[in-house]
């Protein structure tokens, strides 16, 4: 199985912070990594998918980058809506597997 | 507007059953490929399992296989998860999503419904 490690698993940051995540696969997966946003008690929101590719309706404030096993999540200016936890994936291959996510909390 | 509404989560025993359903809407159900992902209380995501557009082909995670299937009805727009000999480490908000098209990543989710498995 791909192990997909997100570092760091929490962040504290201020509005209009720039705020890199960063996700490594245990193998290389070529480009085939997603980005999520999840807020508390909601369902996950797709942000990013074939490393880079935003999702329609996402603001270009997001940004993914990286191929074989280094990514990151870029969130250019954060704001108040940002705050969540963030969760890489990988779907290269079976099983579909996830990072333990990073929380982004206000400073 | 793409949805996806799930049910028939609760509350069941060790070793009990149950079958969750997910009713989509607003897009061509039979187009796409489905999954289920669950998250155990206070933990991350996990993928469970996933089935192509005629229910042909199915993947599972290694934990769920042999208890847990999952189908579709196309005519009905619905996706089921029936899931048997259940452990208490299988307590988790269960969501439907949709597979992107040609690719084993997700675009939408539903709300997602609680199992929880204890006696």
């Known amino acids: 199985d791909i192990q997909m490690t997100q570092s760091p698993s929490s962040l504290s940051a201020s509005v209009g912070d720039r705020v890199t995540i960063t996700c490594r696969a245990s193998q290389g997966i070529s480009n085939y990594l997603a980005w999520f946003q999840q807020k508390p008690g909601k369902a996950p929101k797709s942000l990013i998918y074939a490393a880079s590719s935003l999702q329609s309706g996402v603001p270009s404030k997001f940004s993914g980058s990286g191929s074989g096993t280094d990514f990151t999540l870029t969130i250019s200016s954060l704001q108040p809506e940002d705050f969540a936890t963030y969760y890489c994936?990988?779907?290269?291959?079976?099983?579909?597997?996830f990072g333990g996510g990073t929380e982004v909390e206000i400073k | 507007e793409v949805q996806l509404v799930e049910s028939g989560g609760g509350l069941v025993q060790p070793g009990g059953s149950l079958r969750l359903s997910c009713a989509a809407s607003?897009?061509?159900?039979?187009?796409?490929?489905m999954s289920w992902v669950r998250q155990a209380p206070g933990k991350g995501l996990e993928w469970v399992a996933n089935i192509n557009q005629d229910g042909s082909e199915k993947y599972y995670v290694d934990s769920v296989k042999g208890r847990f299937t999952i189908s579709r009805d196309n005519a009905k727009n619905s996706l089921f998860l029936q899931m048997n000999s259940l452990r208490a480490e299988d307590t988790a908000v269960y969501y439907c999503a949709r597979d992107m098209l040609w690719s084993r990543t997700f675009d939408y989710w539903g709300q997602g419904t609680l199992v929880t498995v204890s006696s």
């Open positions: 607003g897009f061509t159900f039979g187009s796409y490929w």
């Open positions: 994936q990988q779907y290269n291959s079976y099983p579909l597997t």
